[in-house]
């Protein structure tokens, strides 16, 4: 991915990325620069940030909203069969996003330059 000049808007409390390989900390920039398979579908575009992308205040991190939804679906599910339906999408978004793989970004990134 050719991600040369580019920039990117980051919230100001989300943490440093981390180097590839590394555990996945939030950073967001992965997401930020291009949407993964599921963020193409859900954002309707292959370049710039994925619509999915969500800031979580309260965790100071970024993550990925169809994952937060699923999560969601999951804790609110009624009955075994349903329990087991939200279980098995959230279980298969999270390998079709990659969760818990570590950070796959190669992207260096940049603090501002002050004018």
Request: net charge positive.
């Amino acid at each position: 991915m050719a991600t040369r000049g580019r920039i990117v808007w980051i919230e100001p409390d989300a943490p440093a990325k981390p180097p590839p390989g590394a555990p996945c900390n939030g950073c967001g920039v992965c997401c930020l620069l291009a949407p993964c398979p599921v963020g193409i579908v859900l954002s309707r575009r292959w370049r710039g940030p994925c619509a999915a992308l969500r800031w979580v205040g309260a965790e100071r991190r970024y993550r990925c909203g169809a994952l937060l939804a699923a999560e969601a679906a999951a804790r609110s599910a009624r009955g075994p069969l349903a329990r087991a339906i939200t279980r098995g999408y959230r279980w298969l978004l999270g390998r079709w996003i990659a969760a818990g793989r570590g950070c796959d970004c190669d992207a260096t990134v940049e603090p501002p330059h002050d004018p």
